[in-house]
């Protein structure tokens, strides 16, 4: 560990030696501190960067997004702060790991976010815009306008009413939820998948579902954490990327390991496992949606998902929001549910009659319409 008590003295330590994670509050004024992390990205992106802030400020949020991994409280717990450090230097660990490289060294190129994400990602940068500039964007997009529709009045939102314009959809899940479901559209197009090696629709449909429990069951226990629940629903939305990317890339491979899962009646990590893959659809996903530029916390859900044990610890976060989701969520007939570990989950401060609640609730089959 290394101390500095200046940004210049800070910078001389990150050019003296490699370093693994670089943390710094944002001091006053709060530019100076954001700035400080723009040059640390720029000269060394390998360098994991959580922020410590106490700042409100829209405008400078919007800037200090795209330059830190993570961005904790000022006043963060200290245990918190020491678990994120240890999380992100796992993460680091698994994106740099060769296997998850070659798993998709089939692909020309990483595909790239769709127009209408990167469209949208310059309106979120701006801090005068508003709902209408959002709905702009997407209107521009007919698939995705028809899928924000459908996933909006379908009875997982429970609006009501009839919502048939993109504004009032927008303005009704919110912006963040809205990046979520158009970034999840964009993916499932990047890749031409044959419906007899993935079932895209039935893919849909189990994300949705994971998805909206996720964030019910961030909401339940974290109910002030707005920011938890978005990402969990975002996470639970993606959490099974990888397998589009795989049906994609090596559809025989994807096609044998479905096979597989279903005559002998285990969920598809279990097969992979079974296998001895060491990129798993988890893995490949993370690593998609790190090239993508996701948030740190979602890429960690998306990766541990099956696994949050890994993780270490005893906090709550995306990752065991997804877990839950995944495990007991209602799915098509013929597949098998991935094991819940009941021992990590309760140490995350998850009760055993919640799991029967939450079981009862999202175990019961529910068409998206």
């Known amino acids: ?186 993916a499932t197009r990047s890749f031409t998948v044959a419906p007899d090696v993935l079932d895209l629709d039935e893919w849909n449909m189990h994300a949705v579902r994971v998805a909206r429990a996720a964030r019910d069951i961030a909401l339940a226990i974290c109910p002030q954490d707005r920011s938890l629940a978005d990402d969990a629903f975002l996470a639970g939305l993606l959490h099974d990327i990888g397998q589009v990317v795989i049906a994609g890339v090596a559809p025989e491979t994807w096609r044998s390991r479905e096979a597989t899962a279903r005559v002998t009646a285990q969920p598809i990590d279990a097969v992979e496992c079974g296998e001895g893959v060491a990129a798993s659809h988890a893995l490949v996903g993370a690593y998609l949606l790190s090239v993508w530029g996701l948030p740190a916390s979602v890429i960690e859900a998306v990766a541990f998902h099956h696994t949050p044990e890994r993780l270490g610890g005893t906090l709550f976060d995306a990752a065991v929001a997804v877990h839950v989701a995944d495990a007991l969520a209602v799915r098509a007939p013929g597949r098998t549910p991935p094991a819940l570990h009941v021992e990590c989950v309760m140490a995350s401060g998850i009760t055993l009659d919640q799991l029967d609640t939450w079981r009862a609730r999202f175990g019961v089959f529910e068409p998206v319409t």
Do not use: Y
Request: hydrophobic residues 50%; contains cysteine; glycine residues 6%.
């Open 1 to 186: 560990m290394v101390l500095a008590s200046s940004p210049a003295g800070a910078l001389a330590a990150l050019e003296a030696a490699p370093t693994d994670v670089f943390i710094s509050e944002l001091g006053t004024p709060a530019d100076d501190g954001v700035a400080l992390f723009e040059q640390v990205k720029e000269r060394w992106p390998a360098t994991v960067r959580i922020a410590l802030s106490a700042c409100t400020e829209r405008r400078l949020a919007l800037r200090l997004e795209q330059s830190v991994h993570r961005c904790l409280h000022a006043l963060c717990d200290s245990h918190v702060l020491a678990m994120m450090v240890a999380r992100s230097t796992t993460m680091r660990t698994i994106i740099d790991d060769p296997a998850v490289l070659d798993a998709i060294g089939g692909l020309e190129s990483i595909p790239r976010p769709p127009v209408t994400v990167q469209a949208l990602e310059q309106v979120f940068a701006d801090p005068d815009a508003g709902v209408g500039a959002v709905a702009s964007v997407v209107t521009r997009d007919a698939p995705l306008t028809a899928r924000l529709l459908r996933v909006v009045n379908s009875s997982f939102f429970g609006v009501g009413r009839q919502v048939t314009r993109v504004d009032a959809a927008v303005n009704f899940i919110g912006l963040s939820l809205v990046r979520a479901i158009v970034l999840c559209d964009g």
